[in-house]
């Protein structure tokens, strides 16, 4: 599976933008497809994640600004981010896997088999 990952930027505290992921090469509907991002100096953490059924999950400090979201037929995930922060300034990944049924393992980075390369998201103060 190929990810492709776009919609980075620059923004202003309080702005938006919407990242998307674009699978190919697999069998996009058995994957779960994760958001992780990383800040310079800081671990990768996880963001968000949806099922192909379009459950998901959230890291608590993005619940309430951003949204996942996945169209199937066009193989891409979606991340709304609102509310943006300079906290939230990082490289943006999406990953996909097979982290087992839903729950905390969605979290798990070492889970996801295929990742994209990543984009960048900066929030001006």
């Known amino acids: 599976v190929q990810l492709q990952a776009s919609g980075g930027g620059l923004v202003q505290a309080g702005g938006s933008l919407r990242l998307s992921c674009t699978a190919s090469?697999?069998?996009?509907?058995?994957?779960?497809i994760g958001w992780f991002r990383q800040a310079p100096g800081k671990e990768r953490e996880f963001v968000a994640g949806?099922?192909?059924?379009?459950?998901?999950i959230y890291v608590n400090s993005v619940k309430g600004r951003f949204t996942i979201s996945r169209d199937n037929a066009k193989t891409t995930v979606y991340l709304q981010v609102d509310s943006l922060n300079p906290e939230d300034t990082a490289v943006y990944y999406c990953a996909a896997g097979r982290p087992g049924l839903y729950g905390s393992k969605w979290r798990e980075a070492r889970l996801y088999d295929y990742w994209g390369r990543g984009t960048q998201v900066t929030v001006s103060s």
């Open positions: 090469g697999g069998t996009f509907s058995s994957y779960v």
């Open positions: 949806i099922g192909y059924s379009g459950i998901t």
